[in-house]
Structure formats: C-alpha cells, structure tokens
C-alpha cells in the first residue's frame, strides 16, 4: 500500500492531486470565511435596527422610560406596548419588572 502511495507521488498524477488539494483547500477555506463573514453581518444588522426601533420608541413616548425605572406606567404607554408587540412576529420581546415577574 505504502509503495502504491510513493508510485503515485513520483508520476505525472502528482501535480494533479496537488493541484486538486490545493483547489479544494481553497474553496472550503472560502466557505467557512464566507459563512462566518455572514453571520456576523446578520448578527450587526440585527443589533443595529433593534437598537435604532428601541431608540424610535422612546424618542416617540419617553413615558416609556417611566415604566422600565419603576414599573408604573399609563394607559397610554401600556397600549402603545400591546400595539408594538403585535406589529410582526421579526422581533420579539418580553419585559419583566423588577420581581422577575412578565408584565
């Protein structure tokens, strides 16, 4: 078996197989570099318009604010949170109070 190997290395076929390695280690490299690159731009974008919708909402109802520092909130606040959690099912949300009860 071990003197096939060496046989095979010493013919014209070895430039083929280094070659081919060499191919192959580049695409897979690719890959996995295109697949991580992917996901981390996935995961910044994601971060980037969740923090700019939180930012939306509280520059439209600052009350909001309010109602994460002590827990209390009005009518106003407390429906415009049941309207924005029913917006889409993209980004979802729970907030709990200061117990570690969902409010």
């Known amino acids: 078996m071990k003197n096939r190997l060496i046989q095979f290395l010493n013919t014209e076929r070895r430039g083929f197989a280094i070659l081919a390695v060499s191919i192959a280690i580049a695409v897979l490299g690719g890959m996995f570099l295109c697949n991580f690159l992917l996901g981390k731009m996935l995961r910044d974008n994601a971060q980037n318009t969740s ?45 709990w109070d200061r117990t570690g009860r969902l409010t």
């Open 51 to 95: 923090s700019a919708w939180v930012s939306m909402l509280v520059a439209r109802n600052p009350d909001i604010l309010k109602f994460f520092s002590d827990g209390t909130s009005s009518k106003q606040t407390r429906h415009m949170l049941d309207e924005v959690s029913q917006v889409g099912d993209i980004y979802r949300f729970r907030i």
